[in-house]
C-alpha cells in the first residue's frame, strides 16, 4: 500500500517516515510544501535503498496541486500543520489546507472506497479548562468549547479535527486521530509553555509541579504509525503521551543541569491566576492597549495541571521506543549544541 | 443597536446610532480592522466576508462577529452595511469598490488603492458618482505624533519645507515578511511593484502633502542586497528602494530599506524656520536644536536640549497610555473616527481624494523606473 505523509519533512513528518519503514513500509509519497527542506529525508531514503520514497513538492493551499498526488495512495497520514504565523495564515495552513486534502481525499474515496485518513491532531483541541486540577485527560475528555479564547493554535487544530470528523460522516472512510501531548526532541523547541514563558528577559516558571505531557517524537510517531496500521482504529481517537512523565520543575532543573544555566522565577498558580485575572481586566478596560497574554481560561488550561493516560494507545499494541530519561538526555544534549528557536 | 437609514437612504448629522460596517477580505490585515472597529463607539462590526468561508469563520469566531459570509454580495444584501473595508489584495480593490458603492456603502480600503494610477481614478470616480465617500488606511499619519507635527505645520513652527526625508523599514524575517519570502505564489509577489507597491504608500503619503501642488519630478532606483539562493519566483523581488523627488522649491528622499536595523519608521522636514524628526515607531516628534551660544559653550547645550525635548515627549506618552490612548492602530483609531464622523455630517473625508491620487502617480512613476518590464506588461494581483 502506498502511504502519502504531509509534512513529511518536518520534525515530526521526517521520524513517521521513519517508523514506517520500521514497520514495514516501504511504498511512501512524502509531500513537502518546499523541497528544499526534504535534505532529511534524502538521508533516510538512503539509508533505505529497498524502499520507493518519492519526494513531492505540493502547497496544500492550492488545491489543484493535491489530487494528482493523490492518486494511488491508501492512506494519509496528515501531519503537516502551522505553528507560527498571523492567525489567518495559521488558519490557512491547518484548517483550508486540510479542507483542501479533504476534498482530494473524498473525491478519491469515493472512486476507490478504500482509503484510511490519520489525523495528528493535538492536545490543544481538548477542553480542559472546564476540568479541575489534577483531573484525568484522556480520550473521553471533550473538545475546547472555546478554542478561540485559548489560543489561535487550540482553535485552529480544533477547527481541523471537526473537518475530519465532518467528512468522515459525510464520506464514510476511515479515520484514525491522534491527538499527541508535547512532542519533543533534537530539532524541536526548548520548552514548552506548559513550563514557562521568558518575559521581558526573565524565565517565569509558571508549571510548578505539574506533569507535563510530553512525547518523544520518535515515540509520537511510532504511535502514529502504531495506530495507522492497526486495522480496528477506524473512528479512534489515541491521546500520545510518554510512560514516567516528568513534572515541569523537573524538566526545568534537568534542563539547567544539563543545558545551560539560566535564572527563573516560580509563579505560584494562585499569583499567575490573580495576574491573569488583572491582565485580562486591564486589556478589557484599556480597549486592548496591551493583549490579554494571560486570562484564567487560558491559565486553567495551560497551567491548571492534569494527570495524563496513554493506556487507550497501549491496547493496540504501542510501546516507547525512547524511555523518558533517555528522551531527555538526548534532547538535552541536542540543545547544547541548538541555539532556541523563536516561536 | 442596528442603524436605520433616512427617507433620503443617507445617515443623518444628529443620527448618533452605530455605523453597520463589514470586511472583505479577512487577511492578516483585517485582524487590525477587527480590533479597532469592535472598541469604537460610534461602529458596529457586524459582519465579515472572504472568498474562502472558512477564513471568514475564524475572523468572526476570535472577535465575536455575529454574520460572516463566503460571498459579498450575499452579505451586502443581508446586512445592509454603512461602511465596508476592503482589506483584499489590491487587485480587487476596483470590482469591490463599484459593488460595496452599488449597494449603498461608504468604503475604507487597504493600501495600495489599486495597481495603476488610472485604476485609482476609476475607484474614486465610482465612489463620488455613487454619492458615497472613501478613504484609504494611512494611519501611520494619524497617529499622535503624525498629528502632532501637523499642528506644529499649521501653527508656523517649521515655516515651508525646504527638504523631506521619509524612511521606512522592512523586516523580511518578520511575520509579513516570512509570510512573503515563504510564499512564491503570494499576492505581493505579482504586484507591478512587487513589495514595494505594497509597502511605499507609507513613503509618499508623508512627502506629497509638503509639496506644491505641482507635478513632481521621480528619480527611483532599487537594487536586491539578499542573495539569490532560493531558485523560485521570490528570487524577482528588489528589497531596497531609493526615490529623490523634487516639487518647486522643495525635495525629498524616500526610501524602503529591508536590511538595516532597527527596523526604523520615520520623517524628517527641513524647514526654513526648524527642522522636525518624527519617529513613528517610538512615537516621538523633536525640534532639532539650534547652536545658540558661541563656540564652545555653544556646542555644550544642544544635546541636553534635545534630551529634555524627548523627554518631554516620553512623558507626554506616559500620559496617553495612562489614558489608554497608547494602542498600536491608535492612527487608525483617529482615521476611522474622522472618516465615519464625515459619512454622519456629510463633510469632507480625512484624506483628500486629490492628494490619494498624487501619491498614486507618484508609485507609478517609480514602478516604471524600477520594474520597466512589469510597468509595461500590466501585473495582476
Request: glycine content about 10%; aromatic content about 8%.
Amino acid at each position: 500500500m502506498k502511504i502519502l505523509v504531509t509534512g513529511a519533512g518536518g520534525f515530526l513528518g521526517k521520524l513517521i517516515v521513519e517508523r514506517l519503514l520500521a514497520h514495514g513500509q516501504t511504498d511512501i509519497r512524502c509531500m513537502l510544501r518546499d523541497t528544499s527542506k526534504a535534505a532529511g529525508l534524502q538521508a533516510i531514503a538512503a539509508r533505505s535503498p529497498e524502499a520507493r520514497l518519492e519526494m513531492v513538492a505540493v502547497n496544500l493551499r492550492n488545491p489543484a496541486e493535491i489530487g494528482p498526488v493523490l492518486e494511488g495512495c491508501g492512506m494519509v497520514i496528515h501531519a503537516a500543520a502551522a505553528l507560527k504565523g498571523s492567525p489567518a495564515e495559521m488558519f490557512m495552513d491547518s484548517v483550508v489546507a486540510s479542507r483542501n486534502l479533504l476534498d482530494a481525499v473524498a473525491a478519491l474515496h469515493q472512486e476507490s472506497k478504500t482509503m484510511r485518513v490519520v489525523l495528528v491532531s493535538s492536545f490543544g483541541a481538548m477542553g480542559v479548562s472546564a476540568l479541575g486540577r489534577g483531573a484525568m485527560v484522556n480520550e473521553n475528555t471533550p473538545m475546547e468549547t472555546h478554542p478561540e479564547w485559548r489560543d489561535v493554535y487550540s482553535y485552529s487544530k480544533l477547527r481541523q479535527e471537526q473537518l475530519f470528523w465532518e467528512y468522515r460522516e459525510k464520506f464514510k472512510f476511515e479515520l484514525v486521530v491522534l491527538r499527541p501531548g508535547v512532542i519533543y526532541g533534537p530539532g524541536g523547541g526548548h520548552f514548552s509553555n506548559r513550563v514557562g514563558l521568558s518575559l521581558f528577559g526573565t524565565f517565569l516558571h509558571l508549571g510548578g509541579s505539574n506533569l507535563l505531557p510530553l512525547t518523544y517524537v520518535e515515540n509520537c510517531a511510532e504511535a502514529i504509525v502504531v495506530a495507522a496500521l492497526y486495522p480496528g482504529a477506524d473512528g479512534q481517537i489515541y491521546n500520545v503521551v510518554d510512560d514516567d512523565l516528568v513534572s515541569s520543575r523537573e524538566y526545568l532543573g534537568l534542563y539547567k543541569k544539563q543545558v545551560k544555566p539560566m535564572r527563573s522565577v516560580p509563579v505560584p498558580y494562585f499569583a499567575l491566576m490573580w495576574a491573569s485575572r488583572a491582565v485580562e481586566g486591564y486589556s478589557r478596560r484599556s480597549k486592548g492597549q496591551l493583549p490579554a497574554i494571560f486570562t484564567p481560561y487560558k491559565t486553567q488550561a495551560m497551567w491548571g495541571g492534569n494527570k495524563f493516560s496513554n493506556a487507550k494507545l497501549k491496547t493496540i499494541g504501542w510501546r516507547p521506543v525512547i524511555s523518558t530519561r533517555e528522551g531527555l538526555a538526548r534532547a538535552f544534549a541536542a540543545f547544547r549544541v541548538e541555539p532556541e528557536k523563536a516561536k | 443597536m442596528g442603524f436605520a437609514r433616512g427617507m433620503d437612504g443617507d445617515l443623518g448629522m444628529t443620527d448618533l446610532r452605530k455605523l453597520r460596517v463589514g470586511i472583505v477580505g479577512c487577511g492578516k490585515i483585517a485582524d487590525g480592522h477587527a480590533e479597532v472597529v469592535q472598541h469604537l463607539e460610534g461602529a458596529a462590526l457586524v459582519a465579515v466576508c472572504d472568498r474562502e468561508p472558512l477564513l471568514a469563520e475564524q475572523l468572526a469566531v476570535r472577535y465575536g462577529v455575529p454574520g460572516w459570509y463566503g460571498d459579498l454580495g450575499q452579505m451586502l444584501e443581508r446586512e445592509r452595511l454603512d461602511v465596508v473595508h476592503i482589506t483584499t489584495p489590491p487587485g480587487v480593490h476596483l470590482p469591490l469598490t463599484q459593488q460595496c458603492v452599488a449597494a449603498g456603502a461608504h468604503v475604507f480600503l487597504e493600501k495600495p488603492l489599486a495597481l495603476r494610477l488610472a485604476d485609482c481614478r476609476d475607484l474614486i470616480d465610482a465612489v463620488v458618482a455613487g454619492g458615497r465617500q472613501m478613504s484609504i488606511n494611512y494611519w501611520p499619519n494619524f497617529d499622535p505624533p503624525a498629528m502632532e507635527f501637523k499642528e506644529m505645520l499649521a501653527r508656523g513652527v517649521v515655516g515651508e519645507p525646504v527638504h523631506v526625508e521619509a524612511f521606512i523599514g522592512y523586516d523580511l524575517s518578520g511575520a509579513y515578511g516570512q509570510a512573503l519570502m515563504g510564499d512564491a505564489g503570494h499576492w505581493v509577489h505579482r504586484l507591478p511593484g512587487k513589495l514595494f507597491q505594497n509597502m511605499m504608500d507609507h513613503i509618499f503619503n508623508r512627502i506629497v502633502p509638503l509639496f506644491p501642488d505641482v507635478e513632481p519630478e521621480v528619480h527611483a532606483f532599487a537594487f536586491k542586497r539578499r542573495d539569490a539562493v532560493r531558485g523560485d519566483g521570490t528570487d524577482a523581488m528588489l528589497d531596497e528602494l531609493r526615490v529623490v523627488l523634487k516639487a518647486g522649491g522643495v525635495s525629498a528622499y524616500g526610501s524602503l530599506c529591508s536590511h538595516a536595523r532597527p527596523v526604523a519608521n520615520t520623517l524628517k522636514v527641513y524647514g526654513t524656520k526648524n527642522t522636525v524628526e518624527l519617529d513613528y515607531n517610538n512615537r516621538t516628534v523633536v525640534t532639532a536644536s539650534a547652536q545658540k551660544y558661541p563656540s564652545a559653550v555653544g556646542r555644550l547645550v544642544p544635546p541636553f536640549q534635545m534630551a529634555s525635548r524627548y523627554l518631554a515627549q516620553g512623558k507626554k506618552n506616559v500620559g496617553q497610555f495612562r489614558r489608554s490612548e497608547f494602542h498600536f492602530f491608535a492612527g487608525m483609531s483617529r482615521l476611522l473616527e474622522l472618516f465615519y464622523a464625515g459619512i454622519r455630517s456629510g463633510g469632507a473625508p480625512p484624506i483628500p481624494y486629490a492628494e490619494i491620487l498624487r501619491v498614486a502617480g507618484v508609485m507609478d512613476r517609480v514602478i516604471e523606473q524600477v520594474y520597466p518590464a512589469s510597468a509595461s506588461e500590466g501585473g495582476a494581483a
